[in-house]
């Protein structure tokens, strides 16, 4: 079936126990055993059912079965926030003294979970630049776990070549890990050979800006079993469960061997499970995402129009305005439109972006993305303010730019919002 029609029906007809067809919220912790033999059976994974809401909720698993079946993918795994999803979907392969092979356009809050965190647990990042794939192999050794890469990075908004590094880390025997929060309905990660897909849902999936939420999807596809020697957390006895090799105890469930070991050790270990009042008000979001992602699509391609016709404007970043190889990634990766962000810059530099955000009454001055209403940032003084003006260059923020995330508001009235703030920049 299509996205608008999973987007509503995806794993899920109605409630077994009262019929309701919303998706009732489960708000429990735990749920009864029907007797010792069921409660040894779900424990040893001999059968699957519900145990504690830490590692599953039925709310939380319509949502992971829904957005499973939009991607394409085998199983999903429901978190806390775009954060955790990052987090559990590198520890999932990688331990102390392992390495993964980064692209360099990352969210900042990914970029200091690898360079910071992980690193100080072991885990090594190697940053490489995504405008060359074979980057990914020359960066590869017998330690490397696995890539990671968003598709559509801001503030550069220049698409990740998905197929590329996935065929070059396929014939390598390592996974490409993509982070698809800021093109969900728009690209398939997996149609392009990815093995694992996250999301913060915070943002287009929830729309409304009320809930922070992440997700990460096995596509199924990656043998593991291939390449046992690169994946002892996958194919080796893991000793927090009795000796379990998740390759092998998966085999009766389906190609998800990765997606059950983040849930039964990553999620009963650390915890950031979703709340089912969250996963509740991420399904009410997913039910119109894809028609929000068209709405957004066209009105970031007026507002890109828009700006580069204005005097005041020295650049437009905007998928739908690049040329060469960029623009050639962005109409292979993206189908239906070139995403909600936009990125600008302003003749009259920092002062200018100060003045632009001030002068805004419409569009909110906010640290997101993704949400239904159109939302600036001026990263200057804000997101970037504590790196050096070079490292700042290096990131594709100059003085004078300006993030905007399109919302689904009528065109007209964005577009005299933004017109009216430029009469002050
Ligand atoms: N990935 C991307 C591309 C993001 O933009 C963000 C947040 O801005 C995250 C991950 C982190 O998500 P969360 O804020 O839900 O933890």
Same mark, same amino acid.
């Given at each position: ?9 995806? @794993?899920?007809?109605?409630?077994? =126990?009262?019929?309701?067809? =919303? ?9 009864? %055993? ?14 699957? @059912?519900? #145990? ?28 806390? &926030?775009?954060? $955790? ?16 092979? &980064? &692209? ?32 990914? $192999?020359? =960066? ?28 070059? +880390? ?41 809930? #922070? ?8 596809? %990656? ?12 194919? /080796? ?24 070991? =983040? ?7 650390? +915890? ?11 399904? /009410? ?16 391609? $007026? ?13 437009? #970043? ?18 239906? @439109? ?9 003749? @009259? ?6 003045? %632009? ?27 970037? &303010? ?21 919302? #689904? ?17």
């Amino acid at each position: 079936m299509h996205p608008e029609t999973l987007a509503l029906h995806g @794993g899920y007809r109605s409630d077994e =126990a009262t019929g309701s067809v =919303a998706v009732p919220i489960y708000q429990t912790t735990s749920y009864q %055993f029907r007797h010792t033999q069921h409660a040894e059976d779900l424990f040893a994974l001999r059968e699957l @059912g519900n #145990i504690y809401t830490r590692i599953m909720n039925p709310t939380c698993d319509v949502l992971e079965r829904r957005m499973s079946a939009i991607d394409g993918g085998a199983a999903a795994l429901a978190v806390s &926030s775009g954060q $955790a999803a990052s987090t559990l979907a590198v520890l999932n392969l990688c331990q102390a003294g392992d390495n993964f092979v &980064s &692209s360099t356009d990352l969210y900042g809050g990914t970029w200091n979970l690898f360079v910071n965190t992980l690193k100080g647990m072991g885990v090594d990042v190697r940053f490489v630049d995504p405008a060359d794939p074979e980057a990914f $192999a020359r =960066a590869t050794d017998a330690r490397t776990r696995c890539y990671y890469a968003e598709t559509l990075p801001n503030p550069k908004l220049q698409v990740f070549p998905i197929r590329e590094v996935a065929e070059i +880390g396929r014939a390598l025997g390592v996974p490409l890990i993509v982070d698809n929060t800021a093109a969900p309905v728009l690209c398939r990660p997996f149609d392009h050979g990815a093995a694992v897909v996250m999301y913060s849902t915070t943002k287009y999936i929830g729309g409304h800006g009320t809930s #922070i939420g992440g997700l990460i999807i096995d596509g199924g596809g %990656f043998d593991w079993e291939a390449h046992a020697e690169r994946f002892p957390t996958l194919c /080796q006895p893991d000793p927090s469960y009795h000796g379990a090799v998740w390759t092998e105890a998966a085999k009766p469930l389906g190609p998800i061997a990765y997606i059950l070991r =983040a849930r039964v050790v990553l999620l009963r270990d650390i +915890g950031a499970a979703m709340s089912p009042f969250n996963a509740f008000m991420f399904l /009410q979001g997913l039910e119109t995402l894809p028609l929000r992602m068209r709405t957004h699509c066209a009105n970031a391609a $007026a507002v890109a129009d828009a700006l580069t016709k204005h005097d005041k404007v020295t650049k437009v #970043i905007f998928p739908g305005h690049q040329d060469g190889e960029v623009r050639r990634r962005a109409e292979a990766y993206l189908a239906g @439109g070139f995403g909600g962000l936009v990125g600008f810059e302003l003749a @009259g530099g920092r002062e200018a972006g100060r003045r %632009f955000i001030d002068a805004l009454k419409l569009v909110y001055h906010v640290a997101n993305i993704g949400d239904a209403r159109t939302l600036a940032i001026h990263p200057a003084s804000t997101t970037h &303010s504590q790196l050096s003006q070079e490292d700042r260059m290096s990131t594709g923020v100059s003085e004078g730019y300006v993030r905007l995330s399109v919302g #689904i508001e009528h065109i007209d009235d964005i577009l005299s919002d933004l017109a009216q703030a430029l009469e002050a920049a």
